[in-house]
């Protein structure tokens, strides 16, 4: 494969949209479908799993900002907020549109437009899916270079789009 068509490549829309194996559903599990399938326990949610994301997250936008910009952790801010990771990434990808959550509950909002405030918690299980697939994704494949890719790419998507 040359450069080019490497470069082309997403690895995070490919692991999910083609994707299979238990991380993978696990990210794609919000703890809300717990109200729809009652067998499933915490360890088949993703809320643990998103905290692991979150700090390949982090460590990943220290690994592309460090001593690029002033004040390291306020631009890295700018990246992992969940307004961003509903409104830029979870978009981008249509998250929803994988994401198994109580659809009947009228206070889980199903459009990436409702995110208003940085403190409204309601659209939180989405960005807590973005955070637990790209968990997902290093625990399935432990590859930190298409980590950094797939954080370059998020990163790249907020700089147009946020």
């Not at 307004?83 to 981008?92: D, E, M």
């Not at 403190?119 to 973005?130: F, H, M, Q, R, S």
């Amino acid at each position: 494969m040359n450069q080019n068509t490497r470069a082309s490549i997403d690895p995070f829309r490919e692991f999910l949209e083609n994707g299979s194996g238990a991380w993978r559903t696990r990210a794609l599990t919000a703890k809300s479908y717990r109200n729809v399938d009652r067998t499933l326990n915490d360890e088949d949610t993703n809320e643990e799993l998103a905290t692991y994301g979150d700090a390949v997250l982090k460590l990943a936008l220290c690994e592309l900002l460090l001593d690029k910009v002033d004040a390291l952790s306020v631009v890295k801010q700018r990246y992992e907020n969940d307004r961003v990771l509903v409104r830029v990434i979870g978009r981008h990808y249509d998250i929803l549109r994988y994401l198994r959550y109580d659809e009947s509950n009228p206070y889980i909002p199903t459009d990436y437009d409702l995110v208003k405030r940085e403190d409204d918690d309601n659209y939180k299980y989405i960005a807590t899916a973005v955070e637990a697939l790209l968990g997902a994704y290093y625990k399935e494949y432990r590859d930190y270079g298409a980590v950094l890719d797939i954080v370059m790419r998020f990163k790249t998507l907020t700089d147009l789009n946020g």
